[in-house]
């Protein structure tokens, strides 16, 4: 789905108030590098990459391969705002059980 700067600039400044919120609530993790890579990820979920929340495991899909770690809060606001799973989930970064391991 493409979207116009404007629209992607907002949800760029979304994702990163979810990572803020996710670390602060978890009482842990490192901001920098999940905020550093924002923008990036808000341009690839939300206008590259050819993905469906209604078919994940489409074979012809796109995949994003992350190697930072520490960055992978930001993946996780992007996932949930495009309704891979719900947000209420976000705040569960790092606790026992989560799938939101981080």
Same mark, same amino acid.
């Given at each position: 789905?493409?979207? @116009?700067?404007?629209?992607?600039?907002?949800?760029? @400044?979304?994702?990163? !108030?979810?990572?803020?919120?996710? +670390?602060?609530?978890?009482?842990? *993790?490192?901001? *920098?590098?999940? %905020? *550093?890579?924002?923008? #990036?990820?808000?341009?690839?979920? !939300?206008?590259?990459?050819? +993905?469906? &929340?209604?078919? &994940?495991?489409?074979?012809?899909?796109?995949? !994003?391969?992350?190697?930072? *770690?520490?960055?992978?809060?930001?993946?996780?606001?992007? %996932?949930?705002? %495009?309704?891979? !799973?719900?947000?209420?989930? #976000? &705040?569960? #970064?790092?606790?026992?059980?989560?799938? #939101?391991?981080?």
């Amino acid at each position: 789905m493409q979207r @116009n700067i404007q629209e992607l600039k907002k949800l760029s @400044n979304e994702l990163r !108030f979810d990572v803020v919120d996710m +670390i602060y609530k978890s009482k842990d *993790g490192h901001p *920098g590098p999940a %905020l *550093g890579i924002a923008d #990036l990820v808000t341009a690839l979920y !939300f206008s590259e990459m050819k +993905i469906d &929340p209604r078919d &994940p495991y489409k074979p012809d899909r796109d995949r !994003f391969i992350l190697s930072k *770690g520490h960055a992978c809060p930001v993946v996780y606001a992007a %996932l949930a705002k %495009l309704d891979y !799973f719900s947000d209420e989930l #976000l &705040p569960t #970064l790092r606790t026992c059980d989560s799938i #939101l391991q981080g």
